[in-house]
């Protein structure tokens, strides 16, 4: 399924083709084959050609977009685009080859398949790109992720850390961290990275999976189940996937999830976002969801938020302090009026937590670092007007903080 794209947007950004700052029309892509070239042609659309039309999923039309909102809207055309236009059938399958793709990893005690590059024609060749056509393992499909999550170094899987006699205590065989490889620049895993954070922002593929408290980098998939006996794909049961990694900026955790179901639609994310957050506290890995002025805290902790609503600055500080959290004031008050969050709810480390207090003059926040669930709270509280572009993590807000500001002010803040 649509796991595979950014190995085309990797491939194209590691190959200097990427088309930076263009657009494309995205809806469906009708072609032919230029015989003497062997180039692939798009037409215009409803063009007869011999070749089947290839549209985006649901047979949805995005209409025009940049490049990177078709990773993030999972646009089947922009596969098509990027593999005809810019990237060609040997450069594309040179990069496969350098991921692992259709070979073993050769991981001990794991029986493994190799899986089928199946690249003969044009049809073949697009949709591979977006996750058809051809077969890989889920195990091919970690270890290529991790360069993209690992400034282009490739790790091997492996599932065993040691065996040791259970008699004696002595470790029989120990299996360490090995690299299979580096497919892509770093500069190309981390543009790869950047592109794929835009996958879990309102109203792109990924929302559902998006965590309040954690960054998260990643694709999500959905794939038709071929069927050996009839030659054809399942039209009832798919596969429904995401691969992704956090903290966005800087990876410490992959997780792939996936079921075989008829409701490919409306299912639940939360069995992912519970294995997320599991492995994320169990190997004591931040989120990464708030940035502070100061060194961030290195350990993932979760508190419960108290009630400070209609307490004085003092008692909340008080309550605060033995929380590794950024407590944001809000107001030259006295006593708090509001909170976010609320009483009751998890906050974990480096988490931003906003009181809004009684008084009457405003200062500018300091919002580098700040996602969008922190401005919509400053929002929420204040009222401030705060006029957002792009996703991630704020770089650059128009106001300075420590700033006087009124109720009225108008801010705008730039993230990446």
């Known amino acids: 399924g649509s796991v595979m794209k950014p190995f085309v947007y990797a491939s194209a950004i590691d190959a200097g083709v990427y088309p930076y700052n263009q657009l494309y029309r995205a809806g469906q892509f009708d072609y032919t084959v230029d015989p003497g070239t062997g ?46 236009n810019y990237l060609d059938v040997k450069t594309y399958e040179n990069y496969l080859d350098k991921f692992g793709f259709f070979k073993a990893t050769d991981i001990p005690f794991v029986p493994e398949t190799s899986g089928a590059k199946n690249m003969s024609d044009a049809t073949s060749y697009l949709s591979t790109g977006f996750g058809q056509a051809s077969s890989i393992t889920v195990l091919q499909l970690m270890q290529a992720y991790s360069a993209i999550f690992n400034d282009g170094v490739m790790m091997k899987p492996y599932v065993v850390e040691s065996i040791v006699d259970s008699a004696t205590g002595q470790t029989i065989n120990k299996f360490e961290p090995e690299a299979a490889g580096t497919p892509i620049s770093a500069d190309a895993a981390n543009q790869t990275k950047d592109i794929m954070r835009q996958v879990f922002a309102p109203g792109f593929s990924g929302e559902k999976f998006a965590m309040e408290d954690v960054d998260l980098t990643g694709k999500t998939g959905t794939g038709e189940r071929y069927d050996p006996e009839t030659g054809t794909y399942d039209t009832s049961v798919f596969t429904s996937s995401i691969m992704a990694a956090a903290p966005a900026d800087d990876p410490k955790i992959m997780v792939y999830w996936g079921m075989v179901s008829s409701n490919y639609i409306n299912y639940s994310a939360e069995p992912f976002q519970v294995i997320m957050q599991q492995a994320l506290i169990a190997n004591s890995v931040n989120g990464g969801t708030s940035d502070s002025a100061n060194e961030p805290y290195g350990q993932w ?22 929380k590794h959290v950024n407590t944001v004031i809000i107001g030259d008050g006295s006593s708090i009026i509001d909170q976010f969050p609320k009483a009751g709810g998890t906050i974990n480390s480096n988490d931003n937590v906003l009181l809004l207090t009684d008084g009457q003059s405003l200062t500018m926040p300091d919002l580098i670092g700040w996602t969008r669930k922190d401005l919509t709270a400053l929002w929420q509280l204040s009222g401030l007007p705060i006029r957002q572009d792009g996703y991630g993590k704020v770089v650059w807000q128009s106001i300075p903080a420590g700033e006087p500001i009124q109720a009225d002010t108008e801010i705008e803040v730039s993230l990446e």
């Open 301 to 322: 902790e979760s508190y419960e938020m108290p009630s400070l609503v209609n307490h004085s600055i003092d008692y909340a500080n008080n309550k605060m302090a033995d």
């Open 39 to 84: 180039e692939i042609i798009r037409l215009e659309n409803g063009a007869v050609t011999g070749y089947p039309t290839i549209k985006d999923a649901l047979g949805k039309d995005f209409g025009v977009l940049s490049f990177e909102d078709g990773l993030a809207n999972s646009s089947n055309i922009a596969i098509c685009e990027l593999l005809a």
